[in-house]
């Protein structure tokens, strides 16, 4: 197994555990000792996601113009689920590149809408079942600044780009970016897709899947920047399954709820060994340090301020006031977002609890500090 899944096996296992460490909060005021492990920050953790999630969504809204906002996903087809399983980090990189330069060149083209847009991509790889499925979903601006930066233009009609075209353009991109990786062996063949090393086999896998409509698939746009952030709060800092769907585990069985998309988007119980859901669920552990957010066009990083601050003086907008911007520590961020106030008392109710002992995580040796 990749060391990537074991470690993000361990980390789930130990999150808020002895295993990790913690620290001891006494009250002054009535004596009361409260033990709070640490969280294991793993980004697969369905624990460790919640702070950091409103943490980038309240940078994000910080970049909202007012204009619609488009629901762009993007679909590889089930052919290619055991090749992308076996090569994640060069498949998904292609994914990305492939996507930015569909959306970027027809925005572009001045028949579709002749303006520079900005989007963010965002990387799932799992279906509702916890079976592989790489999409990448997209934020897309209903519109952009035009040549030279002097216009903006809007999409019309509350229209973003033909999706046939999208699609077209895209399969013709991602083959020609796979069948390079290839040329450059950068590939590799284990298992189940060991056939694909022959030119013969390859040669019939490209061919059917240049006969596939690949799917893709522009949602409305969103309800104003209030639909766009709750978007945001619900497919960035997303893992393959969350606490909430999980029914029960029993027998070394466990149930989980899942949507059945091909039966009306019917609620059902789906029962699997404690093995296989385990299995799925590291078929979605992403390769270290690969980066599943990326921001382009007029929200690309190297660009973003200078390019919003015009489309804000074109929109007769204004932006955030640096001035008002203050930093925050967790707990101040916590307690604003969700209420709890991890300063206050569970008994006395008392706002007086402070760290009396820090407790080392097991790997450590050492006494605890004081």
């Known amino acids: 197994m990749p060391v990537n899944r074991l470690r993000a096996m361990r980390a789930i296992e130990t999150c808020r555990t002895a295993d990790q460490g913690g620290h001891v909060n006494e009250c002054d005021h009535c004596g009361t000792k409260v033990v709070s492990y640490n969280s294991c920050r793993n980004r697969h953790c369905p624990k460790c996601q919640f702070l950091k999630k409103e943490q980038w969504i309240e940078a994000r809204e910080k970049d909202l113009l007012p204009i619609p906002y488009f629901h762009v996903v993007f679909t590889l087809p089930d052919l290619l689920n055991p090749l992308v399983l076996r090569n994640q980090e060069v498949l998904y990189g292609i994914l990305f590149k492939s996507v930015s330069e569909t959306l970027s060149e027809l925005a572009e083209t001045r028949i579709h809408l002749g303006a520079d847009i900005g989007f963010i991509s965002i990387l799932h790889t799992w279906g509702q079942n916890l079976m592989d499925h790489p999409h990448l979903h997209n934020i897309v601006t209903g519109g952009g600044l035009a040549k030279g930066g002097r216009k903006w233009k809007s999409c019309k009609n509350d229209f973003f780009l033909p999706v046939k075209v999208m699609s077209?353009?895209?399969?013709?991109?991602?083959?020609?970016?796979?069948?390079?990786?290839?040329?450059?062996?950068?590939?590799?063949?284990?298992?189940?897709?060991?056939?694909?090393?022959?030119?013969?086999?390859?040669?019939?896998?490209?061919?059917?899947?240049?006969?596939?409509?690949?799917?893709?698939?522009?949602?409305?746009?969103?309800?104003?920047?209030?639909?766009?952030?709750?978007?945001?709060?619900?497919?960035?800092?997303?893992?393959?399954?969350?606490?909430?769907?999980?029914?029960?585990t029993e027998s070394d069985e466990v149930s989980f709820r899942w949507r059945d998309y091909a039966d009306n988007n019917k609620s059902k119980i789906m029962t699997v060994d404690a093995d296989e859901f385990i299995r799925r669920f590291l078929l979605h552990v992403l390769p270290d340090r690969f980066v599943k957010i990326r921001h382009y066009g007029l929200l690309g990083n190297r660009c973003r301020r200078k390019k919003l601050n015009q489309c804000r003086e074109l929109l007769s907008c204004t932006g955030h006031n640096k001035a008002e911007q203050k930093t925050e520590t967790w707990q101040e961020t916590l307690f604003r977002i969700a209420g709890i106030d991890v300063a206050k008392c569970p008994v006395c109710g008392e706002r007086s609890m402070r760290a009396t002992e820090i407790m080392r995580p097991a790997r450590c040796k050492g006494p605890p500090r004081i």
Do not use: M
Not at 172 to 189: H, I, M, P, S
Not at 190 to 198: D, K, N, R, T, Y
């Open 168 to 248: 077209k353009l895209f399969r013709g991109k991602f083959l020609a970016y796979l069948n390079k990786l290839r040329a450059e062996n950068k590939l590799v063949y284990p298992g189940v897709v060991s056939h694909l090393a022959q030119p013969a086999a390859w040669g019939a896998l490209i061919s059917d899947l240049f006969k596939k409509q690949w799917v893709v698939y522009c949602k409305p746009p969103f309800d104003g920047t209030k639909g766009v952030l709750e978007y945001l709060g619900r497919y960035t800092h997303r893992i393959a399954i969350s606490n909430h769907r999980l029914v029960r």
